[in-house]
């Protein structure tokens, strides 16, 4: 399920057996997410999760009620009538709620209404838009930009495909906003996005009917831009007609996506620059869209649409030298920066370079060296050393090889020049050269924000602070050299200049040789610059408490003292609630500066293997905010097996523990049909084939079969579900199901760093005869119902197992009669299914609208 988050939003629960914090509002991640999704209604005993609950008053007649839509006699004109809209429409909903739609009298009054249920809820109101057939596409597209707007981001395409908004109209109002930015380059934000579904073709559509409707767009437009992008249909043409089917349509998944993408693009990109100016060069626009048409990762397109609407009214070539104003302006107010650093999607090290893709980088290597003195004079010396040494690492490169890591460093040292203006003292060359070489080459993407914020605290320094920083005889490599970078965020208010003195002699010396070992090595490093920024904005961090902790730190750094910082610092008071929990116990007052002292073992009673368990996670933090947020929500089930996990986890039980049949009728039913299963999905399947890990992964990718835990854990976060446990909402009630239940596993692709790509959900389920069989859920980040088909029918031919999926309506696909699969009560008291976008208590669980793939003899 795609989750969006709504700000502002207040969360309360109705259950009249739980008891939660009325207006409860939880500290979480960066993007922090609310939702509005409440626990309501019994239904054959089961309570079901949905959202606001619709008022009864909307069983009255429609004749019981009186809409007034008479002009106010004191006002004038079109305003007063509007007004006289909106007051019937703000009536109706707040007597009918959503009943209000169907009882308006007249179009323009459901209009409105549709537009105060947004209010309500934005998701059931776009529901209840989907299945209105008397509005205009004019009006259904007001509504819907109305919902982006009450949201704050865009929405999918599983909410504007069912609404049915002609093309024609979408790709008018998507030219009209794009032609109604600013002529002056201005940041890209989630809040202001052009949402790329304003120019998608009907998915319903035969692929020629398609091709023919985005040819006839672009001939309508009769320009010259137009007119060149005509030959990018013939190519789409070329590369997918030969695969269309009988039916008109693509039968292989990924080229359906891929031609969704490209049309959409197209159109896109074209509606970004419609509003080009007579001075623009079109050659150059259109190879821009060439470009990144089929390259670029569809999260990065509107910064690059947005660049291309600006470029178009300019009568040269991109130059990303107008950038560097705007970021020095930005980083001369640095503390807190890095949130707002990675809002500026533009500066990324990857997409900022995206329209470069067609152009020749030492081209632009060469106009970066001569525009460098009228950016920088002061500093044009430095840094055209750092040029010389990119232009003799690309001369050593042929042309075949890639020059992705080149470009990084180029875009990087844009962003460091641009830290270099934002201080109007000219800072000493000989400092400031320790700096931009290390951070410039500097490996990991992830700490940049944190060291350019560093390096223009750096810049806006006194003197004195400069020369301690940039001294030349700093032992320990580059991290030792931009470790204090994270100190100057606490100069003047907490931190003074003498502090940073003796801060520095602490870290160099002899005793603290340890701590200079410990930043070396990269994870501790990342750690340390996040833990000090967090530190920042901690209520728990005062001032008189600040120095002793970097002290301590300087004298006996580890990582899990940093880690336990981290978590003091993100969560606040929420902390102690956590190691309540854990059964933990310890001296509140003063905490961070005995964490830093002495670690974990300041907590009574602290288990020594689940610290060293925990701090070996990705992303460890968001167990005990996770947990918390249960708490607080009264989930005791959910937290009862929160503790299941992390006690199963430290104790090497977690396998054992979720296959086990006590408390759940589901797996005993299983294990009667099946019984080596209790040992587990890995103990019953190898691995895939080489045709399927070939078919979907690309080099350096791998496939697994996932019942690990922390695998089980984190999915949601890192290909963005609505199970992600860094959210605060209802549905993260269901996640528990996935780890502790045994008859849920995870399809996953990773990355070569580990990160997950995709994943999809499969389930041991029991047929219509209550025979044992497998059912693949709707695969993420595509939202694809087969995206792991062929890695599932590897799973089940290796376990003799019949393999079911959801029909694909789509494909032409249909449910055949009595073919269904279902799943008994389960052991966790919430789940949450992707073939019908559901949170379910415990209770039993029938799909029908399911399709048989494989047909193998069960086995037993």
């Given at each position: 399920m795609d989750f969006y988050p709504i700000n502002g939003l207040t969360q309360q629960l109705h259950e009249s057996n739980m008891e939660s914090p009325i207006g409860f509002s939880a500290e979480a991640e960066d993007d922090s997410i609310q939702n509005p999704y409440k626990r309501v209604r019994l239904q054959d005993g089961a309570t079901a999760l949905s959202e606001k609950i619709v008022n009864s008053a909307g069983t009255k007649q429609l004749s019981e009620r009186q809409v007034n839509l008479q002009p106010d006699p004191e006002k004038q004109g079109s305003d007063s009538k509007a007004e006289a809209i909106r007051m019937a429409a703000r009536d109706l909903v707040d007597k009918f709620q959503y009943e209000a739609i169907e009882k308006s009298p007249n179009n323009e009054v459901q209009c409105a209404v549709f537009l105060e249920c947004l209010k309500l809820s934005v998701l059931k109101t776009l529901e209840k838009l989907s299945k209105t057939h008397s509005l205009s596409g004019a009006d259904k597209l007001r509504i819907m930009l109305a919902a982006e707007k009450e949201l704050k981001c865009p929405i999918t395409d599983v909410y504007w495909e069912p609404v049915r908004i002609p093309v024609s109209i979408r790709f008018e109002k998507a030219k009209r906003l794009f032609q109604s930015l600013p002529d002056t380059p201005s940041l890209s934000r989630e809040d202001n996005v052009i949402n790329l579904q304003l120019t998608a073709l009907n998915p319903d559509k035969m692929i020629k009917d398609r091709l023919l409707e985005i040819r006839q767009i672009l001939k309508l437009e009769n320009n010259e831009l137009s007119r060149q992008l005509l030959s990018e249909v013939d190519n789409i043409e070329k590369e997918f007609m030969p695969r269309v089917g009988e039916s008109g349509h693509l039968s292989v998944d990924r080229d359906n996506r891929d031609f969704k993408l490209y049309t959409t693009r197209l159109l896109y990109l074209y509606a970004a620059c419609s509003g080009f100016s007579q001075e623009a060069d079109i050659a150059e626009l259109t190879s821009y869209i060439r470009s990144v048409l089929y390259t670029t990762h569809s999260l990065g397109i509107w910064h690059i649409a947005k660049e291309l609407a600006y470029l178009s009214k300019q009568p040269g070539s991109i130059d990303y030298c107008r950038y560097i104003s705007a970021v020095a302006n930005l980083l001369k107010t640095p503390a807190p920066v890095v949130s707002k650093f990675e809002e500026l999607q533009q500066l990324s090290d990857i997409d900022g370079f995206v329209l470069l893709e067609s152009k020749p980088l030492d081209n632009y290597l060469s106009v970066l060296?001569?525009?460098?003195g009228k950016m920088t004079p002061e500093y044009s010396q430095v840094?055209?050393?750092t040029v010389d040494n990119l232009e003799s690492n690309l001369a050593a490169r042929s042309p075949l090889e890639d020059r992705q890591d080149i470009k990084v460093q180029v875009h990087r040292l844009l962003v460091i020049i641009a830290a270099c203006?934002?201080?109007?003292?000219?800072?000493?060359?000989?400092?400031?050269?320790?700096?931009?070489?290390?951070?410039?080459?500097?490996?990991?993407?992830?700490?940049?924000?944190?060291?350019?914020?560093?390096?223009?605290?750096?810049?806006?320094?006194?003197?004195?602070?400069q020369q301690i920083l940039g001294k030349p005889g700093i032992s320990g490599g580059p991290h030792l050299r931009m470790a204090p970078l994270q100190w100057l965020a606490f100069v003047p208010d907490r931190l003074s200049e003498d502090d940073i003195v003796e801060l520095c002699q602490s870290l160099q010396a002899p005793s603290a040789g340890k701590s200079r070992r410990q930043l070396k090595d990269g994870k501790v490093f990342y750690q340390w610059l996040a833990t000090l920024e967090r530190a920042l904005t901690s209520k728990v961090m005062n001032k008189a408490m600040l120095m002793p902790v970097l002290k301590k730190l300087t004298q006996s750094l580890t990582y899990e003292k940093l880690c336990w910082l981290h978590m003091i610092f993100k969560m606040g008071d929420r902390f102690n609630q956590f190691l309540h929990s854990m059964g933990f116990s310890c001296q509140k007052e003063g905490l961070p500066l005995l964490i830093a002292e002495k670690g974990g073992s300041v907590l009574e009673g602290e288990n020594e293997e689940l610290s060293q368990w925990l701090m070996k996670q990705r992303h460890y933090h968001l167990l005990p905010f996770y947990m918390v947020s249960m708490i607080e929500y009264g989930f005791t089930e959910i937290t009862d097996l929160i503790h299941k996990f992390i006690e199963t986890n430290v104790n090497n039980t977690f396998i054992e523990n979720r296959q086990s049949p006590l408390n759940n009728p589901h797996l005993q039913a299983v294990y009667k049909e099946y019984p080596e299963f209790q040992a587990g999905w890995g103990a019953n399947f190898s691995d895939f084939s080489e045709e399927t890990r070939n078919k979907l992964l690309s080099p350096e990718e791998t496939l697994k079969l996932s019942e690990d835990p922390w695998d089980l854990f984190i999915s949601g976060l890192e290909v963005h579900t609505c199970l992600s446990?860094?959210?605060?909402?209802?549905?993260?009630?269901?996640?528990?199901?996935?780890?502790?239940?045994?008859?849920?596993?995870?399809?996953?692709?990773?990355?070569?760093?580990?990160?997950?790509?995709?994943?999809s959900i499969i389930r041991m389920v029991l047929d219509?005869?209550?025979?044992?069989?497998?059912?693949?859920?709707?695969?993420?980040?595509?939202?694809?119902?087969?995206?792991?088909?062929?890695?599932?029918?590897?799973i089940a031919d290796e376990m003799g197992l019949p393999l079911y999926h959801c029909?694909?309506?789509?494909?032409?696909?249909?449910?055949?009669?009595?073919?269904?699969?279902?799943?008994?009560?389960?052991?966790?008291?919430?789940?949450y299914f992707d073939s019908i976008n559901e949170v379910k208590e415990r209770q039993a669980v029938t799909f029908t609208n399911v399709k048989r793939d494989v047909m193998l003899p069960f086995s037993s």
């Open positions: 060296r001569a525009n460098i840094l055209r050393t203006k934002s201080s109007k003292e000219i800072m000493d060359t000989s400092v400031l050269e320790h700096f931009v070489g290390v951070i410039t080459e500097h490996g990991n993407t992830k700490n940049i924000p944190y060291l350019i914020s560093g390096l223009a605290r750096l810049v806006q320094s006194t003197q004195k602070i446990p860094n959210g605060v909402h209802y549905y993260s009630c269901a996640l528990m199901s996935y780890l502790m239940d045994g008859r849920n596993a995870m399809i996953i692709r990773k990355s070569s760093k580990g990160n997950i790509l995709g994943r219509q005869d209550d025979r044992p069989a497998l059912f693949l859920e709707k695969g993420y980040p595509d939202k694809n119902n087969l995206l792991f088909i062929d890695a599932a029918r590897d029909v694909d309506a789509k494909r032409g696909e249909k449910a055949e009669a009595g073919e269904e699969v279902k799943l008994l009560k389960g052991r966790a008291p919430y789940d």
